[in-house]
């Protein structure tokens, strides 16, 4: 994996044909512009991706460049990082050193995870935020952090969703499985966080004339 990942970092153009969208869109976040725009009109172009992995890279511009290289390089560390948190993860309930090494290598092991890993897309973002989130969530009966752990937990779901809309299998996880230790709090905490993860879309759909929810809502709706 980290041989074919080097491959790649030396690799100067598109692997995956989205490659570029994402880095684009990281050089517009760059330039204080949006992406989500109307694509009819020049330079007729438009994101369909959340900003989060774009921001997380544009961190890296000022070691690579506005290059490939930065979003692979930022994927490919998550994806590691990723795999740590699963094993992490798994110690903590079970203990011991082959469950975890073997849970975290198995996530690596994944022919979808190898493929995208090293590659500028921010898939695997919205994965290692999931994790994160998850993490934090099951140790939120900890008697003595279990508040802080909560919150955590629901703000690296939040982050999960605007790194990709396909986080919102993980919310219904999350709060189903909230629900089942406590239906009243998990209730209001559904409630709050619709509230702050609304009033950020509103907001950006605002910034954005409503192209935010034309490339990123209505073009992604497809029967799955």
Request: charged share 10%.
């Amino acid at each position: 994996y980290i041989t074919y990942a080097v491959d790649l970092f030396r690799w100067p153009y598109d692997y995956d044909q989205g490659e570029s969208f994402e880095l684009y869109d990281a050089v517009l976040h760059s330039r204080g512009e949006w992406p989500y725009r109307d694509s009819s009109t020049f330079p007729f172009y438009a994101s369909n991706y959340p900003p989060v992995f774009h921001l997380l890279n544009v961190l890296l511009f000022p070691l690579f460049g506005q290059t490939l290289l930065s979003g692979r390089v930022l994927s490919f560390t998550i994806t590691l990082l990723t795999a740590a948190m699963i094993g992490l993860t798994v110690h903590r309930r079970t203990g011991g050193a082959f469950l975890p090494a073997i849970t975290g290598l198995a996530y690596l092991a994944s022919p979808f995870v190898y493929h995208v890993g090293p590659l500028c897309r921010q898939h695997l973002t919205m994965v290692f935020l999931e994790v994160l989130c998850v993490y934090f969530i099951a140790a939120s009966a900890d008697p003595r952090h279990g508040r802080r752990n909560l919150v955590l937990g629901l703000i690296f779901l939040f982050l999960a969703g605007y790194a990709k809309q396909l986080a919102v299998f993980t919310a219904a996880a999350v709060f189903f499985y909230l629900f089942l230790k406590k239906p009243a709090r998990a209730m209001v905490l559904a409630a709050l966080f619709g509230l702050a993860f609304g009033a950020v879309f509103l907001l950006i759909n605002w910034a954005t004339d409503g192209y935010w929810w034309i490339n990123t809502i209505s073009a992604n709706v497809n029967e799955f």
